[in-house]
């Protein structure tokens, strides 16, 4: 319904898409829009639906399996395909990678890119939009393959984002990061000028194959770094999530996730199931109260002040066992609870305390996280185990007390 005279309409593009002249209220209530009337600004207004498809799929590189083909096979013609590929796994699949498209007859091109957080930049991105021109990418039938981590599936995002504003691509995460986190929502971005992150955009893949079994492969650090943001899930929404770590949080990390297989896998559909119920809804991190940020209020200035000690993971997971501390201090869960939650984090072979908890630093992360959440803490606190609440009253005292607890709470699990 346009909220102006049907006489005004003239002036007007109908449909989802809308210009319109914007005028003081009581002209419009005087139905002053009519041809003619004096128009002092215009407000364009226009929304785009975004879908794409996740899917679990084992084996995407078996010879028979036609999963990452499937989007479009031009009449008659070889189907032609660019990749992008993270070094270290075109060290370990690409012969097989390059064996699946010959035996397909499909005609390819693989851009191998530098592992690691130090590529992740605007240098090797720009080497990505290269390689899309030197192989005149048809836009319409060739998505681009991103197969990798994090680190490479951000910046392959970004990359097709940019290049002709929007080139389609497939996302095959390689990292449980990968296929728990960077490989589910939209967001894509580059490191730059020394920020983590500081460009990027919303572009969501048209589809991303989840195959667990590249897990088989990622030292067991980065198993342990993907559990600490699946265990996030666990604590704020999931209590059967939980259950299955209580049981088998050892074995997945020694299996790297391969066994006991039915419980791997249900830990992964849960894990994505949770975080997409949280995304969907705020696919443009509008909405500021998130239990997905669970975790990550003190983490930030953690991972930054202990490079390149704490991975994303390590750090998130010692947050977790602070704020699980001072939940427990505020009456939000109980000491067995407690005990159980810090128990789990060991047997990921996840740090629980770090050096850098102290007073200041903790009170200067949680200040430095209020400026990025509009003013306020919307601190995520877990109630019991899979529920949460938010709180806005935590005071450096109470941070100070919460971290004395969690040092000694540790020794309890450690012992
Ligand atoms: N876009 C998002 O929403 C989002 C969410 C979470 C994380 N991220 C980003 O993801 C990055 C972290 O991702 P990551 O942990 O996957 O790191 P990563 O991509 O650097 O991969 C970790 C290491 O594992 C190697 N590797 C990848 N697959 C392998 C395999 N199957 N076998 C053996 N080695 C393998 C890589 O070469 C690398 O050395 C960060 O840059 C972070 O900002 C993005
Ligand atoms: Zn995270």
Known sequence: MFPFDEQAIGRHQRGEQSVLPTTHPSEQSAGLFALGAPVTHWAVKATQSV???????????????????????????????LLVVDANVDRLYGARIRAYLEHHDVIHRICVIDSGETAKAMDTTLRIIDALDDFGIDRRREPVIGVGGGVLLDMVGFACGMYRRATPYVR??????GLVDAAVGIKTGINNNGHKNRLGSYFAADRT?????????LPHRHVSNGLAEVLKIALIKDGR?????AQHAGQFVTTRMQHPADAATELLERAIQGMLEELQPNLWEKVLERVVDYGHTFSPTLEMH???????????????ALTTVLAERRGLLDA????????VMAALRLPTWHPLCTPDTLGRALRDTVRHRDGQQRLPLPIGIGSATFVNDVTDAELAEAARALAEARFEVTR
């Open 51 to 81: 879908s794409y498809e996740i899917q679990l799929c084992d084996d995407v590189f078996a010879l028979d399996n036609l999963t990452l083909l499937e989007d479009v096979t031009p009449a008659g013609g070889r189907p032609r395909r």
């Open 172 to 177: 095959v995460p390689t990292t449980l990061i």
């Open 209 to 217: 194959l989840l195959d667990r079994t590249f897990l088989g492969t």
């Open 241 to 245: 999530l939980f259950e299955l770590f």
């Open 306 to 320: 202990a490079l390149p000690e704490l991975l994303h993971g390590e750090a998130v997971s010692v947050d977790m």
């Open 336 to 343: 067995g609870q407690r005990r159980e939650i810090l128990a």
